[in-house]
């Protein structure tokens, strides 16, 4: 991977007339946070983020709920994914997997059992998203750990064999879905058909996680990838930003190129 800054007048000429920009929300456009709840966005990032998106197509793709990300983001007119792509809406367009709201009562289920038998681990949080879930670890001591993997894998074990549900990681973070063929690349492809963007339109998506890695490789031969992470890691993106405040110095980047070539 290259570092994203070390070939901007490339990276400037294709986008000087225009682009798609998705951008996963934590990690990506917001620093990781202990608690979920903290991860609010910058006013700065937020003003950037409104000012790209007068010459862009902008979208956030995020495992967060879609009413809780587009909260968080509080932008009017792009759009938005939440769930890890089971949940879409923007400039008209709105989707729900269905297949995705028949496993909510067996999410509910797996989340009440979780909180019960893991209410004496210290800093677990199980966060129940409706159509996805998540537990997060971030906070719990190390000798907890196996106490916690063990118990969640006895909990989901029964739902994962009887092919209900499939289980992802991230960051600190157990992710539980429904057992459908969706991802954050999936839909990402889902909004480039929607959007339709013209011929040579170029595709830029940011993330930090394993679950952008999705959307990395699907975009391998036609977007703009990038990895937002201080160390190099294999991925399949492209290029890599160090952190958030890098993502930041690109959008700056971006609205003053765009002011510059007027």
Not at 102 to 128: A, F, M, P, W, Y
Request: charged share 30%; glycine share 6%.
């Amino acid at each position: 991977m290259e570092h994203l800054f070390s070939c901007w007048e490339e990276v400037e000429k294709a986008l000087v007339r225009g682009a798609l920009l998705l951008f996963d929300y934590d990690g990506t456009i917001t620093p990781i946070v202990e608690k979920p709840e903290l991860a609010r966005l910058s006013k700065n990032m937020r003003n950037l983020l409104m000012r790209a998106s007068h010459d862009h197509v902008l979208g956030i793709v995020s495992g967060r709920p879609l009413k809780e990300v587009k909260k968080l983001v509080g932008l009017k007119g792009i759009y938005y994914s939440g769930n890890h792509g089971f949940e879409v809406e923007g400039a008209g367009v709105k989707l729900v997997k269905k297949e995705a709201k028949q496993t909510r009562h067996i999410l509910k289920k797996i989340c009440d059992e979780l909180k019960k038998k893991l209410s004496r681990v210290e800093g677990v949080i199980v966060e129940d998203k409706g159509l996805t879930a998540s537990i997060h670890y971030r906070l719990v001591a190390p000798k907890d750990f196996k106490r916690l993997e063990a118990t969640f894998e006895r909990v989901v074990k029964p739902h994962v064999d009887s092919g209900e549900i499939k289980i992802t990681h991230g960051k600190k973070v157990f992710e539980i879905r429904p057992n459908v063929t969706w991802d954050k690349g999936k839909v990402v492809l889902w909004l480039i058909d929607v959007i339709k963007p013209q011929k040579n339109f170029p595709i830029v998506y940011m993330g930090d996680d394993r679950t952008d890695e999705d959307a990395f490789l699907v975009l391998k031969n036609r977007g703009l990838t990038v990895l937002v992470s201080n160390r190099r890691k294999k991925s399949h993106a492209k290029f890599y930003l160090k952190n958030v405040g890098e993502v930041k110095t690109f959008l700056k980047k971006l609205v003053t190129m765009k002011h510059r070539h007027r």
